[in-house]
């Protein structure tokens, strides 16, 4: 089969033949249609990613066709569309076992330690395929168990997000855009922040109560004034880079006494500095957020299923064409999700 194999750091993969993978008997063998692109893909070809080894293929938002199941599958049918969850945890350990599979400290992940999506088929656990309507593009579909799951993992689990509160997502993009959509689907008032106008535009469409552009204006300022001067429940940041520490410090400042802020954007060596005073005295949280559950996966799935929420992809790619995708993915990140497509 053809795929895509990244073979050196700091350079695109590369279309080659491989093998292809055969399923075991718990397993299903998925005809890839459609691979979400993210930030998390630039750390990996820029060699930030360290449990993986070179040749790899990456690719971990995928959707497509069952083409083959295993003898000990019941539960899915070649032709199936379906999504795939990429943590593959132990089963064993206490993560595991109380439905926290994404904090498993032997999770196997598939495009970081097993091969990805970018490829004509993946070997996938049964466990880990996710059938869904065929009135959801696969294209749309491939981006679930990472633009949607992980921001509904943040928003509900972590941030806990109650009927009426206000709610600042900093970052609109290919989770910020998703992560106001589902705000508003648990029932709380969103201010969208971000430095690009056409972007704060997209978030009010999408249902921002507010926006901010904080190139302009002062952040915590006009939340404050937003919030009758009280601050925000809940902040999320869906932004990396060296600027991080920075929007981490302005975020603080957005919230109000009991406030918690989610932080999902990363970047490796960028620290966050809060005077411990006012963690104290604003009695605030602190949370990180990574990836998602299967069952956050399931409940993102009914979600766009009944139309509630809607998979924004911004362009599709044909998967030879992975080195402009990823330029543009790297110069101007966009609105929703880049898509490669085969």
Known sequence: MRALVLEEYGRPPVLREVARPEPGPQDVLVRVRANGLCATDLKMIAGHIRTITLPHIMGHEVAGEVVETGPEVTHLRPGDPVVVHVYIGCGLCVSCRTGRENLCPGVRRLGFELAGGFGEYLRVPARNAFRVASSVPLEQASILSGSLATAYHGLKHKGRIQLGDTVVIVGVGGLGVHAVQLTRALGGRVIAADVVDEKLEAARAYGADAVINSAREDLPTRVRELTGGEGAEVVTEFVAGSGLPAVLRQCLSCLRPGGRLV?????????????????????????????????????????????????????????DEVATALDRLQRTPPLGRIVLIS
Do not use: F, H, N
């Not at 960028?270 to 006012?278: H, I, R």
């Open 263 to 319: 932080v999902a954007g990363y970047q490796y060596g960028q620290l966050l500095s809060v005077d411990t005073a006012d963690l104290v005295y604003g009695q605030w949280e602190l949370l990180g957020t990574r990836s998602s559950t299967k069952q956050d996966l399931v409940e993102v799935i009914r979600l766009v299923e009944s139309g509630t929420v809607r998979p924004v992809v911004s362009t599709c790619y044909p998967i």
